[in-house]
């Protein structure tokens, strides 16, 4: 008797095994990529990792600590920023953010911060170029330092 529950029990789990299986690889295959994850530059990966940190949007981009070098480039960055030119941005950002920046954008925006200096905070601090520059450089250090 214990070998025929067994044997039925064992055949019960490879079935609903089996039909998970089958039923997972038909939900990935209907998704575009074929439910294959999108590979993403390490400087994308860190954009959207920015984007979903408050400290991105509700700390100043310059604090007196900072090195004369990274407040200059700040600097440059301000004085070619245009709120005005980012609109169809922004918008295009915020519909395609819902869950990150959207929220931190509510969440802040005017009450803790004001609206432009959101922005800026997060232009400056989630450009992809900028990021993968960075990411660039810290390689370029680690390389040169001498072994540990």
Known sequence: MW???TSDLNE???????DTS????RMDESFPDGGKKEQISPAA????????MHETFDSPL???EDPEDYKKDVEAFL???SIDAQTDEIAKLLEENPDTLKLAFEALVPTKVKYEDFWQRY?????EERIAAEIEEEEREEAAAPPQ
């Open 3 to 5: 070998n025929a529950l």
């Open 12 to 18: 019960f789990v490879s079935t609903v095994a089996g």
């Open 22 to 25: 089958e039923t997972l690889n």
């Open 45 to 52: 990966e860190e954009r959207l990792r920015r984007m979903d």
């Open 62 to 64: 310059v604090s007196e």
């Open 79 to 81: 004085s070619d920023f």
């Open 123 to 127: 232009f400056y601090r989630c450009d």
